[in-house]
């Protein structure tokens, strides 16, 4: 078994976990609330945003202009394809996608991008795809599961969010599985075992980044309203 199919059969229960989790059984159902929709959105404009620059740090490590190459389309695909689920949520929400950008970080979402930004920092090239690839391979998984056992209509709401992340090609994920399989060959136990926990860790992310947006989760202590 390669290194990437073990980080996959490792993860599995937190892919299932994902898959049953009311959020996401919410686009598959077409029921979400107008709220949980908006924090979904103003959360992850920003992940996505420190996922950009996780990308380019990723740049920063490769010596080879193909591997360069990978992170610069990944890049180009959250910049001018990644909008377009997100403009599914705000027309079903009823919003203008303009105004749920810059806002401030929610718990997990801020867990979720240190995380990601802080291995790239201090990390090799392996434990930076490791960290990044539960994003593209979550979302690939559980559209393309939605799309098989639900077969939506196109008057499904969220339509073109389940068929644009569940009928993404593989190819640029399959690149990024045999660069990780590539340099797990040559890893030292350590790294192999750093590259696995930052990988865990991203896919429990990922469950808690839906989990934050069905529950509109805020930091527990507000400053409280200037009274009049
Ligand atoms: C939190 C999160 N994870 C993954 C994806 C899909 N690229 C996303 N848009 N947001």
Known sequence: MSFSQELRKEADYIF???YQHPFVKGIAEGHLEKEQLVH??????????AMIRTYALGIVKCSRREDMELFSTSIDFILNSEIHPHHNFCRVAGVKYEDLQGYALAPTARN????????AHEGSLGEIIAVVLPCPWVYLDIAARMLRECQPEDSHPFYEWI?????????????????????????SEEEKARMKEHFIYSC????????????IEEWPVQQALAAK
Do not use: C
Not at 40 to 49: A, P, R
Not at 167 to 184: G, H, V
């Open 163 to 187: 068929s644009f992340y569940g009928s993404q090609t593989e190819p640029r994920m399959n690149l990024y599985l045999k660069k990780l399989d590539e340099i797990a060959e040559s890893a």
């Open 16 to 18: 299932e976990a994902i």
């Open 40 to 49: 979904y959105v103003k959360q992850d404009f920003e992940y996505l945003n």
């Open 112 to 119: 979720y991008t240190r995380h990601m930004l802080n291995t």
């Open 204 to 215: 429990q992310l990922e469950y808690m980044f839906f989990d934050m947006a069905y529950k």
